[in-house]
Structures are given as structure tokens and as C-alpha cells.
């Protein structure tokens, strides 16, 4: 790290600046190759006799159990169809309590008896694994003398390639489970958290005397992201050591102009870009929207939505797919939720919603006041968080997310939801049993008589709640951008069957009756008066939410570590169990994984900080003043009257700032050194002298020689691209 180093980052970085027009066309539609690479119904149909591949797709499409007897020639097709593609090797691909996927290739390669080189791939291969997995995070759950751990094919979610320079590798998407099938990883509470909500809406629809239909719950999960030059990256320890930059003052454009988000996309950008959607593609991954985002350098990828548990493995895959395309590229994706302070941060928003049959339940239609079914399912969820916020919240936590919830960009750690005037003057209206009409759709008028006469929606946005109601969908924003979605849709659903459970138990006991639809309006009210104090339409940003939620007695869990807690609930512990999420084993062991992670990345900061700050900034602020004392001994030499000397003056003051400074710098690299390691109790001292600390270097790199200075500045890496 030296300041000539820094030069050359910048003259590499724009080197590498794309000029406009240089797009390559070969003409190739995405139609030609969507889903090329995955283990379709297509491909299924092609590799595998029919009996065997309706009894898989039965299993895939409608969730009937897996016939065991067609693993064997699942595993045959997979194998023959996967070489054609290019692969030598497989793997379980599986999510365990870490941030990112894992995988373990085999080649499909073996010696039969006589020695000779075959292909092979079988039907145990494909059902398990035995990984020797025993350093995953596993909260206690495995001791070491008997640390198997398996892995297991999910048929459910589709099997891919994943292409490298010299080959391929068939990937299972797989669940990890211990020998005392516990889980060890994010899928296989989701899955159970899906079919603990399926079958709970089967009860509550049956409630309406609706017949049996297929139920999907839908996640659409938007993705942020930053890019810059890999030359700055390489630059910046912080960065590759941490994920996020530790030091770096403000410059004096960033956001402020807010011409970025929505602009015109940079030629380097939309190569990556586009680069990046047609991989997601061949992985049949329906990638759709693509945009800047408000801070310089932040973008976003928004798929279409898809069943819940393939849109969790899709998005794991995506952020995959980013950072690794991004380095093709000359540049790198930052998934962090902070990576630069003073500008906005990255989040994830996970749109959720549910299907029954083909119709979405949330889609309030054109008389909701009447939508028995929606108003019902609406209650539901609005007492299911009002209930279960605390999960919700919990499911937020992250090292990363810490900076971005209540920073007047992302929700506050408050959980509220936002319906929006119309959908909450219906609700208003079931609870008083004073029923006005009210039209439904907002005219929006151009002004223009070329132009067409367009409707609004029934909700507009409001970009600083929670979880807010979109139109047809709920919008839960809080999630960090480097978190799988699996948490909190695990978390939401449990939440949502249980008080689906509850509304069909009351619904059961009006049964048939005549005046159904007016109990069943009273049993509503009764619901939603309890638990609307959850509802909140104003500013989450305002200081008036916090009290106001405080008179409401909702939940406010400001530190990451109290916001875990909740796992150890319990009230939480018997909801899980009840639905068969979690034993409060498998629970506690999440609560000492995710509090253990958080420690360790705060640590790691720290330690990261004080390293830079002593190896990297103090010999160049030591320069620094060495270099201002010996100008101000030359002008004191020179002069017989040196106080006669213009200038002097500003020396003196400038070397005494700077004497503060590197004092000042010394003494917190001191403290952090001194507090040593982060600790349930003293983390937020911890990161409050990581904080210190960066303060004096921000204000260093104000003032310290811009030649001299070593570590690429925010100028640099969020514009020079
Ligand atoms: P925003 O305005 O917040 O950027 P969009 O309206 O572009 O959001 O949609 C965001 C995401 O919501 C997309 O991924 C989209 O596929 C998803 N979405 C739309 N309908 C549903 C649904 N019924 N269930 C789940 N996600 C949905
Ligand atoms: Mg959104």
C-alpha cells in the first residue's frame, strides 16, 4: 500500500473504462439458451423413460413424495445428460449456517475391476453424501468424535451446471443434516417452514369452502450490489479483508446530485451486466430488472418471482454469478450491506406472497371490501407479525446490516407494516362495523391530451417501512444484501401458518352458519383491533415513530445481539416446535452460530482497523509531520526574525494539528489493541473504538498530501469505473 500504488490503481481503473459502443452483438436470443444448463422438465423428458420421469416431475411440480425406486435412473439420465453438457464432476450443493453455499466435487470418473477408466454416477450418489463437513458451524449440535454430517438430494430444486474455464460440474441442490437429522443448514427449515404453511392454508381455505388447489409460496428477491475496479480493491485491505471499507472520508460528490439511481447505465457496467443475466439464464434464473441504484457505483438485480424454496437457491446463485463475473471483468461486486459510510447501503427486499391454484391471495381485486379470502389472509399476516416481529427482526441480523437498519436509508429496527391508505380505510372499516364506499383506483392524469389516461395503484410506496404492502405482494425490506432469504421467509411462514391456524379454528366454529360472512367480519375485527397497532403508514424514519412505537409497546431490538435473542424465546421455541421447524436444540444452536459469526466479523474489523491504522496511515501521517517540522526549522533557521515570516503561522498550526492527530491515532489503536477480543459484553465498546478510530483517519486523509496518501479514496473507487 504506498500512494505510487495508488496511482497506478487509478491508472489502471481507467484504463479499463469501456468506451460507449463497444457492446459486442453475436446475435445470440436468450429464448435460444434459457435454461440450457439446467436439469429441466425438457431435459428430464429427453433423458428419462416416461413411467421415471412422470413419477420425478409429479414429485417436482406437485410435491408428491419421492417414489425411492426411480433414483437409480434419475442418477443415469443426470449423469448421461450432464456429460453431454460438459461435466466431469458432481457435487451436493447445499447451504450451511454460513453466509454462502458449499460444495465437495467428485469426478464421475472410476477404475472398474480390470483398471479401465469409466463413467459413473449412481443412484446413492445422487440420494446422499457424506461429506467430511466437520468444520461447518454447527452450534454444538455435532461434537467432533462423531461429526458426520449428510448431505441430501432435494428433488424440488432442479439440478445445474456450473461452468469453469476447463470443464463443468453437475451441482445437486442438497440439504445438511446431522446423523441425528438435525438440521445444519438454511433449506431444510424453510422447506419444513413451507409445508407447515401449506398446510395451514389448506385448513383456512376449506374454512371457505374452497376445493383443494395447489399452494406456492412466491418470493421475488431483489438484489443490491456496488462495483468497483479490482485495481482499488487490491488497494484496500479493508475491503478483501472485511467486505467493507474501514476508512475513508467523505468526498464532496457522492449521492447528493441523486442523478445515479435510475441514470443511464456506464458501458463497462451494462457489458457486466449483461455478462452476468446470460449465465443466469442458461441456469433458467429469470433475470429481469437491472438499474442504478442511488449511491455512485450501486446497482440492482431484480428476477421474476418463483417458488420459494428455488427463488432461495436462485439468489444464492446470483450473488455467486455477480462476483464472479465481476472479476472476469476487471471489477468486484461488494454484497455488504456498508460497504462505503456516507452513502447508501444495500439491502435485499424479499416480495412474498402465496398462490392458491392460479390466483395470488393477496391480489385484492376489485372489491376487496368484499374479498372474504383476502381480507381473512390479510388479518392473518398482520397479526402473524404483529405476534412474531422479534423473529422478523432477528432474521436482519447481520455484522453488515448494523450500519444500514435506521440510518434514514433502510427500516429502522422496528417492525412495522405498511398497508397504504386505501387497503388500511378497510380496515378501519371492518373494525368500527361502519361500511362507507370508497373508489377504488387513483386516477393519474398526465396533463397531456396525447397522453392515456393510466390508474394508480391502490397502495403507493412508501420506501421507509418495513415490510410494506405492494399492490399484490408483501415487501419485507430489512434483509441485508449479502443474507440468503432463507431466515426470514422460514421465520414469516411459521408466523403466518400459525395464525392462519388460529382464524381457521374460529372459522371452523361458525361452520356453515347463515350470518358466516358477518361472524366472520366480527371475528376479524376482534383480530385486527388487537393487533393493528402493528400498522404504521407515517415516516419509519421520523424520531415521532420511535416514541410512538415505544406508547405502542412494539418491539425496538437496536443491537444485533439483542436482536438475536429471540431465538432462545420461549414462546419462539414452542412455535417452532409445534410446527416442526426447529427442537429448541436445533434453535439454540442457531443462536450460538449467528452471535459467534457476528463476534468474529466485529473482531476481525477491529483487528483489520488496527492493523491498517499502524502499518498503513501512521508512518504516513508520521511523514507527514516529520516533513511540516522540518519546514518549519528551515523557515526558523532561515529567518532572523522568523515571526516576521508569512506562513509561519499556518506551519506552526498545521504542525500542531498534525502532532494531535498522530497522538490521537496512536492512543486508539492503543485502546482497541488493549480491549483485545469482542465479547457479548463488550461489543458495542469494541466497534465504538473502531468507530474512534476511523474518525482520526478520515480526518488524516483531509489533511495529509494527496501524493502521499496510500489507500485509494471514495472519489476514486465509486467513480472511476
Ligand atoms: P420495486 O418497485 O420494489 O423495485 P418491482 O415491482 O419491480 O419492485 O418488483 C419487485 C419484485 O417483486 C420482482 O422480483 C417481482 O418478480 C416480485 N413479485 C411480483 N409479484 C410477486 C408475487 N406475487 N410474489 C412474490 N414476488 C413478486
Ligand atoms: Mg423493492
Not at 424520531?543 to 431465538?567: F, H, M, Q, V, Y
Not at 412455535?575 to 459467534?596: A, P
Not at 498550526?653 to 491515532?665: H, I, R, S
Request: net charge negative; proline share 5%.
Amino acid at each position: 500500500m504506498s500512494a505510487t500504488n495508488r496511482r497506478q490503481a487509478i491508472e489502471s481503473a481507467s484504463q479499463h473504462i469501456t468506451p460507449p459502443g463497444s457492446l459486442p452483438n453475436d446475435g445470440k436470443a436468450p429464448i435460444d439458451y434459457y435454461g440450457k444448463d439446467v436439469f429441466n422438465a425438457s431435459a428430464i423428458r429427453k433423458y428419462l423413460s416416461r413411467g421415471a420421469s412422470e413419477k420425478l416431475l409429479a414429485t417436482i411440480q406437485n410435491g408428491a413424495p419421492l417414489d425411492p425406486s426411480v433414483a437409480g435412473d434419475v442418477a443415469h439420465a443426470m449423469k448421461d445428460w450432464a456429460i453431454s453438457r460438459g461435466a466431469t464432476h458432481f457435487t451436493h450443493w447445499f447451504q450451511p449456517m454460513t453466509s454462502g453455499t458449499a460444495e465437495k466435487h467428485d469426478a464421475f470418473l472410476d477404475l472398474n475391476e480390470q483398471g479401465e477408466a469409466i463413467m459413473t454416477f449412481s443412484g446413492r450418489n445422487l440420494v446422499m453424501s457424506e461429506p467430511d463437513a466437520s468444520s461447518f458451524p454447527s452450534g454444538g449440535l455435532r461434537c467432533t468424535f462423531e461429526a458426520r454430517g449428510y448431505t441430501a438430494w432435494d428433488p424440488t430444486s432442479p439440478a445445474f451446471i456450473k461452468r469453469n474455464p476447463h470443464g463443468a460440474t453437475l451441482c445437486i441442490p442438497s440439504t445438511f443434516l446431522s446423523f441425528n437429522s438435525e438440521a445444519l443448514d438454511k433449506k431444510i427449515p424453510l422447506q419444513r417452514s413451507i409445508s407447515a404453511l401449506k398446510q395451514a392454508l389448506l385448513r383456512f381455505m376449506a374454512c371457505f369452502n374452497e376445493a383443494p388447489e395447489r399452494v406456492a409460496v412466491t418470493l421475488g428477491a431483489e438484489q443490491e450490489y456496488f462495483l468497483i475496479d479490482k485495481a482499488f480493491y487490491l488497494q484496500r485491505p479493508d475491503l478483501y479483508q472485511t467486505g467493507r471499507t474501514l476508512f475513508g472520508a467523505p468526498p464532496a460528490r457522492h449521492q447528493q446530485l441523486e442523478d445515479h439511481y435510475f441514470g443511464a447505465i456506464k458501458p463497462r457496467v451494462i457489458n457486466f451486466m449483461a455478462e452476468v443475466e446470460e449465465e443466469l439464464w442458461r441456469l433458467g434464473i429469470p433475470a429481469k430488472t437491472r438499474h442504478n441504484e442511488v449511491a455512485p457505483a450501486q446497482f440492482e438485480l431484480a428476477p421474476t418471482f418463483e417458488e420459494l424454496n428455488l427463488a432461495v437457491d436462485h439468489n444464492m446463485l446470483t450473488m455467486e454469478i455477480l462476483q464472479r463475473v465481476a472479476e472476469k471483468n476487471g471489477l468486484v461486486c461488494l454484497l455488504h450491506e456498508k460497504p462505503f459510510a456516507g452513502v447508501n447501503g444495500s439491502g435485499k427486499h424479499n416480495n412474498w406472497s402465496v398462490t392458491y391454484g392460479s390466483r395470488n391471495l393477496l391480489e385484492p381485486g376489485k372489491d376487496p371490501i368484499n374479498n372474504r379470502v383476502f381480507l381473512a389472509f390479510l388479518t392473518a399476516l398482520i397479526r402473524a407479525t404483529d405476534l412474531h416481529s422479534d423473529l422478523l427482526r432477528c432474521a436482519t441480523v447481520t455484522a453488515g446490516n448494523d450500519h444500514r437498519l435506521g440510518a434514514n436509508e433502510a427500516p429502522p429496527a422496528i417492525i412495522s407494516i405498511y398497508l397504504g391508505e386505501f387497503l388500511s380505510d378497510i380496515l378501519r372499516q371492518i373494525e368500527s362495523g361502519d361500511f362507507r364506499k370508497r373508489s377504488s383506483k387513483h386516477a393519474l392524469k398526465v396533463g397531456v391530451a396525447t397522453a392515456p389516461n393510466i390508474e394508480g395503484d391502490d397502495s403507493d410506496r412508501n420506501r421507509t417501512s418495513p415490510f410494506a404492502f405492494t399492490g399484490n405482494k408483501f415487501e419485507f425490506r430489512a434483509c441485508g444484501s449479502s443474507q440468503s432469504c432463507s431466515e426470514f421467509n422460514t421465520f414469516f411462514n411459521v408466523a403466518v401458518a400459525e395464525s392462519l391456524d388460529y382464524l381457521s379454528e374460529k372459522f371452523e366454529a361458525i361452520g356453515n352458519s347463515d350470518d358466516f360472512d358477518d361472524q366472520l367480519r366480527d371475528i376479524l375485527a376482534e383480530v385486527l383491533r388487537k393487533h393493528d397497532r402493528v400498522v404504521y403508514n407515517g415516516d419509519n424514519y421520523s424520531s415521532r415513530w420511535i416514541e410512538e412505537a415505544n406508547r405502542r409497546g412494539l418491539p425496538c431490538l437496536k443491537t444485533a445481539l439483542d436482536a438475536l435473542k429471540p431465538l432462545l424465546n420461549p414462546k419462539n421455541c414452542r412455535l417452532m416446535e409445534k410446527y416442526g421447524i426447529f427442537t429448541t436444540v436445533e434453535l439454540e444452536s442457531r443462536y450460538d452460530v449467528y452471535s459467534e459469526e457476528y463476534l468474529r466479523k466485529i473482531q476481525i474489523e477491529g483487528e483489520v482497523a488496527c492493523d491498517m491504522a499502524r502499518n498503513i496511515i501512521l508512518p504516513v501521517a508520521l511523514e507527514s509531520y516529520d516533513f511540516l517540522a522540518k519546514t518549519l526549522k528551515t523557515v526558523r533557521d532561515l529567518c532572523e526574525n522568523p515571526k516576521g515570516v508569512k506562513g509561519r503561522k499556518v506551519l506552526e498550526t498545521k504542525f500542531e494539528t498534525m502532532g494531535n492527530l498522530v497522538a490521537q491515532l496512536e492512543e486508539k489503536i492503543e485502546k482497541l489493541a488493549q480491549i483485545g477480543a469482542a465479547n457479548a459484553d463488550n461489543c458495542q465498546e469494541y466497534i465504538q473504538t473502531t468507530r474512534d478510530l476511523r474518525t482520526v483517519v478520515d480526518v488524516l486523509e483531509t489533511l495529509v498530501d494527496d501524493r502521499k496518501w496510500p489507500l485509494p479514496k471514495y472519489r476514486e473507487m465509486l467513480f472511476i469505473m
